[in-house]
């Protein structure tokens, strides 16, 4: 089946670092990502629409200089973290589906525990 | 903004025992999917149920829908100690062309 890997799973850096997560489909081509974040025993939330070959589409209140998205290819994503700080730790999630292909799920990546000190 | 409301937030019951929770959503939809979660993993698919499908079964799992309430439930029969996770309904508004999850519910099976 369809599967989506997220590197790195872990990542402690000092503050003020840039961290970057990587999503990619492995076996099939995703015009469109999507990016989220989680607190601990809270739902997903949406952070950004990443689109292949344009820019993405951030949701509301997130920054867009402070998470970077670049979509260059139909298989990989990635979500740059610039200038982290520890309120920025937390858990971030890629996922990654056929939405153009009519009601399909979505397929998730095993998410990145970003820590900041 | 979530959307989704998941009622209980957290249940804990015996292994065997059926486990049920509820979702409720604000606007209409396309389908309703149900994810699940074990600590610290992403989220895996589990049931999609389309709007103008009642209900759907896959093996210990059914999905009901009702679009008048704006609300869904996921059952689970038989429950298994591996079936301990948290469980989340995601909705595909129309023309939203993204999902919008509920709060989860925490599901424990005790052995």
């Known amino acids: 089946g369809a599967v989506v890997s997220q590197h790195p799973s872990r990542v402690i850096c000092k503050s003020g670092t840039s961290v970057k997560i990587e999503c990619r489909s492995l076996d099939f081509q995703a015009t469109t990502m999507f990016w989220y974040r989680q607190f601990p025993k809270q739902s997903l939330m949406l952070m950004a629409t990443?689109?292949?070959?344009?820019?993405?589409t951030y949701e509301q209140g997130v920054e867009k200089d402070k998470f970077l998205i670049n979509h260059a290819s139909l298989t990989l994503s990635t979500l740059t973290v610039t200038s982290a700080h520890p309120e920025d730790s937390s858990f971030y999630i890629c996922s990654a589906g056929g939405w153009g292909q009519g009601n399909q799920p979505q397929h998730f990546g095993d998410g990145t525990r970003l820590s900041i000190l | 903004s979530q959307q989704g409301e998941e009622d209980p937030q957290a249940l804990s019951i015996q292994e065997g025992e059926n486990a049920t929770m509820n979702c409720s959503y604000k606007t209409s939809i396309n389908n309703l999917q149900w994810y699940r979660q074990n600590s610290g993993r992403g989220l895996v698919h589990l049931i999609l149920i389309r709007s103008n499908e009642r209900e759907k079964h896959s093996g210990r799992l059914r999905v009901t829908l009702d679009t008048s309430k704006k609300s869904s439930s996921l059952l689970i029969t038989a429950s298994r100690a591996a079936d301990t996770a948290s469980y989340f309904c995601?909705?595909?508004?129309?023309?939203?062309?993204?999902?919008?999850f509920g709060q989860g519910t925490r599901l424990t099976i005790n052995p």
């Open positions: 995601a909705t595909d508004a129309k023309g939203a062309q993204k999902l919008v």
């Open positions: 990443s689109n292949e070959g344009s820019k993405a």
